[in-house]
């Protein structure tokens, strides 16, 4: 059977005009014209246009291409090993692009104004779940609590960071010997530093109402991605997200109008 350009064009998803192309070029010449001379290609034409395709799609130039069709038992092999080892150059630069995005992508997010190096010395184990960052920043966005909070993180200085989170390892380091050391979650002791974890969103970030520290310490017990950014997984134990959870609402019933300084 024989086929006209336009098939062709329609079996293969390419343009006319690419067709052309590879003709004139002669890597792809019709084996026949029709009687009224437009070009006729033949089952075989469209093996070998199958096979420009496929390399086309590895990113072969075209004239790579030719060379390995004029004598693919010989040239097929070293050329697609070559491909190969391009792709996957290829691969990691595209990799290393991605995580220079999700970290400028990050910053936006989380309103922490810190070069990496910084973001490193600073936050250490604890860090930034993108996924949840952006996710929070979608659902808070029109918030007022959350515009503020953002607002004064990009305020925030190196120093600041430093300050603050000496003072988050330092109320961690008391909530984990609490828990380990079997203290009520309801007991003064946890409601305690319940607290002053409130007081320490309040005086860094926005004003925290008890109401609105019970939801945050819902999403630390639902959600791991938002705990990790207080307790890092490797300090974390089974129950620990719950254990403060039910800390932050005993407390609120303690202090129900509770509000720290801004």
């Known amino acids: 059977m024989s086929y006209s350009v336009g098939q062709v ?27 009224a001379g437009y070009r006729q290609y033949s089952d075989a034409d469209l093996t070998r246009l199958q096979q420009i395709l ?12 030719a060379a390995i069709l004029a004598d693919p038992q010989a040239n097929a092999l070293d050329h697609l090993r070559a491909r190969h080892r391009l792709l996957n150059e290829q691969i ?10 999700e970290r400028a992508m990050e910053v936006q997010q989380t309103g922490v104004e810190l070069t990496p190096q910084e973001r490193f010395e600073v936050f250490g184990e604890v860090a930034f779940d ?19 909070s953002m607002a004064r993180a990009a305020a925030h200085s190196k120093d600041d960071w430093a300050t603050l989170m000496a003072e988050a390892a330092d109320w961690r380091r008391r909530l984990l010997a609490a828990f380990d050391a079997e203290e ?5 002791r946890a409601m305690d530093l319940a607290e002053e974890h409130r007081r320490h969103i309040s005086r860094w970030f926005t004003p925290c109402p008890t109401a609105m520290h019970g939801r945050i310490a819902d999403d630390f017990a639902a959600d791991p991605r938002a705990f990790a950014l207080i307790v890092p997984p490797t300090e974390q134990r089974p129950g620990l997200a719950a254990y403060l959870r039910t800390a932050v609402h005993a407390n609120a019933v303690r202090h129900p109008d509770g509000d720290a300084p801004a």
């Open 9 to 35: 064009s329609g079996f293969a998803g390419i343009t006319v005009r690419t067709l052309h192309h590879y003709d004139k070029t002669g890597l792809l010449c019709p084996s026949d014209r029709s009687p």
């Open 54 to 65: 496929f390399y086309r799609e590895l990113g072969f130039p075209l004239e790579e291409i």
């Open 92 to 101: 990691g630069k595209l990799r290393r692009l991605v995580e220079v995005a």
């Open 130 to 148: 993108l996924t949840y960052a952006t996710q929070a920043h979608l659902k808070w966005q029109h918030s007022e609590g959350h515009q503020r």
């Open 184 to 188: 009520p979650a309801d007991g003064e």
